[in-house]
């Protein structure tokens, strides 16, 4: 769903905000870890690069790739590496999965529209589009 949600934010522009939180599956050992990555890079002002790049790039998740990508962005890669052995942001992921749990949020993709959980997963650019601008659209 990555890309088909950062196409519709790319078109609909200032009339959505993406809000993004960690929700690390326990059975993928690589989750956390990518989601400490994207916060590290965060720090630097780079958290949605970082998350595309770690989405186009899944299958390589892992040490050497965090490292690659934080100096491919241009990041100070000893910051970054500090905050990924120091874990200075796995409180922060943690908190997310916590509250994601508190509300029954089953695991990912999950999607909130203007506070309310969107039933089932959107499986297409055209259907998640639907839906947010019909939610546009009463808005108004």
């Given at each position: 769903?990555?890309?088909?949600?950062?196409?519709?934010?790319?078109?609909?522009?200032?009339?959505?905000?993406?809000?993004?939180?960690?929700?690390?599956?326990?059975?993928?050992?690589?989750?956390?870890?990518?989601?400490?990555?994207?916060?590290?890079a965060g720090e630097q002002g780079k958290f949605?690069?970082?998350?595309?790049?770690?989405?186009?790039?899944?299958?390589?998740?892992?040490?050497?790739?965090?490292?690659?990508?934080?100096?491919?962005?241009?990041?100070?890669?000893?910051?970054?590496s500090a905050s990924m052995e120091g874990h200075?942001?796995?409180?922060?992921?943690?908190?997310?999965?916590?509250?994601?749990?508190?509300?029954?949020?089953?695991?990912?993709?999950?999607?909130?529209?203007?506070?309310?959980?969107?039933?089932?997963?959107?499986?297409?650019y055209e259907t998640l589009e639907r839906v947010?601008?019909?939610?546009?659209?009463?808005?108004?």
């Open positions: 769903m990555h890309p088909i949600v950062d196409r519709l934010a790319d078109e609909l522009g200032s009339q959505v905000k993406v809000v993004y939180r960690h929700f690390p599956l326990p059975n993928h050992p690589q989750a956390g870890p990518a989601a400490e990555a994207a916060e590290a949605w690069p970082m998350v595309n790049a770690l989405y186009a790039n899944q299958k390589e998740l892992g040490p050497a790739l965090y490292v690659r990508l934080a100096r491919e962005l241009g990041l100070n890669v000893a910051a970054f200075t942001n796995l409180a922060r992921i943690q908190a997310d999965l916590a509250e994601a749990r508190k509300q029954g949020i089953p695991g990912t993709p999950t999607f909130v529209l203007n506070g309310q959980r969107l039933p089932g997963v959107p499986g297409s947010v601008r019909a939610a546009l659209g009463a808005a108004r």
